[in-house]
């Protein structure tokens, strides 16, 4: 007769709980975001209304992000500064689909107008997790002494 096997939970790869963890803290603010663009979508121009709310959003999402994301210890305006990149072509990409869009359609419903945003805005988020992760909240020092180590390894292999 066999013992039943205790299996230990599984837990997730360190870079999957990351986009994990990301993706539930910018897609809170992500629909969020698109629930402001409606409200101001209606009283000033769409791209003014996305500019707008893709700088409010990127400030929170990035706060966001540098504490449960990659609970990482960089913080202040530099950390913004440098997310500041990926705010410009979050906002190019998510602008450019919704003018394609308008000139697809000259008035599309509010719910594919979403869909379309929302869609943009995921694909954008892609990206800016990769270069959050790697460069605003990579771990330099860790970084660092990879680094060195396969300098190291190379000296020593060519000698």
Known sequence: MTAPSRRQPRTLHPLVAAFVR??????????????????????IP??????????VSTVIATELHGRVSFRSERKGWGV????GVTVAVSYAFTTGA??????????????????????????????RFALLRVVVFGDRKQTLSRDDSLSKAAVTMAA
């Open 22 to 43: 990301f993706v539930v803290c910018g897609g809170g603010v992500g629909l969020a975001s698109s629930g402001a663009l409606v409200l101001l979508s209606d009283r």
């Open 80 to 83: 913004h500064l440098q997310s």
């Open 46 to 55: 769409m791209a003014v209304a996305n500019a707008l709310v893709t700088v």
């Open 98 to 127: 919704l003018l394609c869009l308008y000139a697809i359609r000259s008035e599309p419903s509010a719910l594919v107008e979403q869909t379309v945003y929302l869609s943009a805005s995921a694909l954008a988020g892609i990206g």
